[in-house]
């Protein structure tokens, strides 16, 4: 018995001892997936959490701009992580269209879904006749919450594991076809682009001036989600098939214009800064 014990604790951590499916519920063909449901709770979560930013004074749009944008930012977020996945991780899809929509079996790109938000964001403010970049660092403030919903249930779909690692609390994925322990990479970035990051965010929208400075909060998500990304693709298994440059992986690559793009709306904020109406409310008070 005791033999039997230490055994166990000595025996690498297994993703399948966790217990974990990736399907939550399934009647009849009807599959409801831990996967859909991270990507649901993030859009419900980020309308109610926009709506909630959108009530402080200075907000660069009202309560129903927030409505709207959520039908667009669900496209956005929907066609182009997928669009995006397709095009930078997997362009043979494209021989089998039908591949493309099977949304269910996972396959969503980060990089390809920001791109749609900012598409959906500029379509609304052209449309209501709102300031694009306000309504950006506000959208910001909101985006790693939704992404660290969606890390979560990476992992329990047992996917996107990291590189070999023999640290103590690295764990065998089965899904990877061998007996290897590797980094839980989607915990590391889970922690760090997701729920560090949101927190960072919360910080400079209420203890700072920076939604007042447009481009400063835009900025900081762009820099440091770019940042993060660079630094947690060294633990993480780059995509079969997938080949980067200069050593650099896909992710890696796709990180450095967020960087780049990131700093200079950050450092140039402070001269954008403008005079707000101490409210919230009405069509826009920016």
């Not at 660290?148 to 249930?153: K, W």
Request: aromatic share 14%; with cysteine.
């Amino acid at each position: 018995m005791i033999l039997t014990l230490i055994a166990n604790v000595a025996a690498p951590l297994n993703w399948a001892d966790f217990g974990l499916d990736p399907v939550l519920v399934e009647l009849g063909p009807l599959k409801i997936r831990w996967y859909s449901l991270a990507y649901i709770g993030g859009i419900i979560f980020g309308w109610w959490y926009l709506a909630k930013l959108v009530a402080a004074p200075g907000a660069p749009m009202a309560k129903r701009h927030v409505d709207d944008f959520i039908f667009y930012a669900t496209l956005g977020i929907i066609l182009g992580g997928r669009l995006g996945y397709c095009l930078f991780y997997k362009p043979e899809i494209f021989l089998t269209p039908l591949e493309v929509f099977k949304l269910w079996e996972g396959g969503m790109s980060f990089h390809g879904g920001v791109l749609g938000v900012v598409i959906a964001i500029l379509w609304m403010v052209r449309k209501e006749g709102l300031q694009w970049l306000r309504v950006h660092d506000y959208v910001a403030v909101v985006y790693p919450v939704g992404h660290l919903f969606g890390r979560i249930a990476n992992f329990i779909n047992g996917e996107l594991w990291g590189k070999p690692s023999d640290v103590s609390w690295a764990m065998i994925f089965p899904a990877a076809g061998d007996m290897v322990t590797r980094h839980p990479s989607q915990l590391y970035q889970a922690a760090l682009e997701g729920l560090l990051l949101a927190a960072i965010m919360w910080w400079m929208f209420y203890k700072t001036q920076a939604r007042y400075e447009p481009g400063r909060l835009v900025g900081a998500f762009t820099m440091l989600m770019g940042i993060f990304r660079l630094g947690l693709e060294v633990f993480r298994e780059p995509d079969a098939g997938v080949e980067g440059l200069l050593g650099l992986s896909m992710g890696q690559l796709l990180s450095i214009p967020m960087i780049l793009v990131g700093a200079y709306f950050f450092f140039t904020a402070k001269g954008r800064r403008q005079r707000v109406e101490p409210i919230a409310g009405g069509n826009s008070v920016a």
